[in-house]
């Protein structure tokens, strides 16, 4: 193995990766929900089952037609005339055309304050059972005729070999900004998958994240892991209107179709870390990523949840 | 215009195609349903009204489950020990995994028998109101993970401008032999869309079909054109398992997106035209496709169409 990784002296890592020639299946060894759902609790009692149960769950009409719309044309102006000039933008291997904005709470008062909305952070952390940081935040843009995919992975084992993210105690809400259907590219997910970590094979190159954004090739599951999980859990798709979130689990295991019908697919996406869980050195990379991909704060503050209109 | 197309010289060609520089909808000049449904109709007054309104139908257990298998055996064959060596073959762009093989009728005794079955040629004739021949026979095969996308168009544009189909008089019988759901890249029609001609933009280069059949350019409509079709008459996705027949009309638009899933999909696809409808010099190309694409037969005789079990 090798010595520079950040090896675990007590060897106690449960979530080992990266390793030259074996990809492995390993039992997850943290909750999936960190709370006990009650009658406070800011989620329906299914839709913690759910979380718990498939690793994740839909949250339709939280969010106002009015809002909507406000968030919708915060995109607009951030693929448009208030386009970031920054390695926060990414843009379609084929076009110029926008597929991701990093940091877009700090590039848009609007998003800043859906980040620390209670809809949002608020429910991550009764799901965490933990105080919430942003770990990361983006635009998602797949535009229509031309979308590309999505390839599978877990978040997870990304966050851990690259980003040194210790446990399992993460979770992204994705807020649909266009009415997504089954055809138009939506996230498909393994429900159950969370509760198995995939250990990828293969080491990490040096600057992996510049290609992986668009391309992932080192920490993917092999077509067998993934035939092997897919046939066990099955695939389903998390769908709605603009406005519905999907909130799930950082180790549940995702993707999506291209996309050549004429409706695009995008969505506004914040993955909350536990105040707990900040990140160390990486677990099975020689060099951190950079701050737009992993927020690595030292003590990272507790976000406080805000009520209270976007629109 | 280019004098070397076929010109009617009574000036009456209905679907001119491939101008240079303008692209246009035109009202379909032909009927959809050829017959008028009765008691003695081989499908259900629903399916006849589906087909008519929709430019298409699903049938379901057509098939009985040994048959399904005696033809996914065939399938599988083709694809591996039995794979034809000849231009019938077209692989994927990016491997040498077969996407597709032509003339499947020729290829194996199964499927001659089945292009012959009353549950496609039967239904066909009564759909078409004539005695119908295949036009064109092959095997689709989407691999799970890497299967790519076929984008939107209108067969008969096509047929009309690379073939010479005069009129809109053939319909497409597609058989499934994966389970299709609409995570898999299944077939996606714009119900309705049949009878609005869409006119493409673009002459047609030499030797069109040899890149076309990877990725078509010309003979497909503009963003533009798209967005105006499916706003105005939405996306179905076409899906059943394995047996399940999709019947559709040869100017329904029509497309399908790539699959990362590990589930792959595979179709028989079968070309009926009306006897009455055999090709005529190309209506705007200067030669036309070669006989695996498009059955140039002078006089084409109507099929027979046999009942009996294909297992």
């Known amino acids: 193995m090798d010595m520079e990784r950040n090896v675990d002296t007590t060897n106690t890592d449960p979530y080992i990766t990266r390793l030259a020639d074996e990809e492995r299946f390993a039992k997850r060894m943290d909750p999936v929900l960190w709370s006990e759902w009650g009658e406070g609790a800011p989620i329906s009692r299914e839709a913690a089952e759910s979380f718990d149960k498939n690793g994740y769950f839909v949250l339709r009409d939280a969010f106002s037609p009015a809002e909507v719309k406000a968030l919708m044309g915060a995109s607009a102006a951030l693929r448009g005339d208030d386009r970031p000039q920054s390695e926060d933008v990414v843009t379609e291997p084929d076009s110029d055309e926008v597929r991701t904005i990093f940091r877009l709470d700090e590039h848009s008062e609007v998003f800043r304050r859906l980040a620390e909305d209670s809809r949002l952070a608020g429910i991550a952390e009764f799901l965490l059972g933990d105080g919430v940081y942003a770990h990361q935040s983006r635009l998602n843009y797949k535009p229509g005729f031309t ?40 996230l498909m997910l393994m429900p159950g998958s969370q509760r198995t970590y995939v250990a990828c094979r293969g080491e990490t190159p040096e600057n992996n994240y510049r290609s992986s954004l668009k391309k992932q090739v080192v920490g993917t599951p092999s077509n067998e892991a993934l035939t092997r999980l897919a046939e066990t859990h ?60 992993a927020n690595r704060k030292d003590a990272p503050q507790a976000i406080r949840p805000k009520t209270g209109s976007l629109a």
């Open 234 to 293: 099955g695939i389903d798709a998390a769908t709605g209107p603009a406005g519905t979130v999907i909130f799930f689990d950082c180790n549940t295991m995702h993707g999506s179709n291209g996309n050549i019908t004429p409706f695009p697919r995008s969505n506004a996406f914040f993955v909350f870390n536990a105040v707990s869980n900040a990140l160390q050195a990486p677990f099975a990379a020689k060099s951190p990523r950079p701050p737009h991909l």
């Open 147 to 186: 979308g590309k995919e999505f390839y599978w992975h877990s978040d997870f084992e990304t966050w851990h070999a690259e980003d040194g993210m210790p446990r399992m105690r993460a979770v992204s809400a994705s807020l649909l900004l266009t009415d997504n259907d089954a055809l138009n590219g939506p």
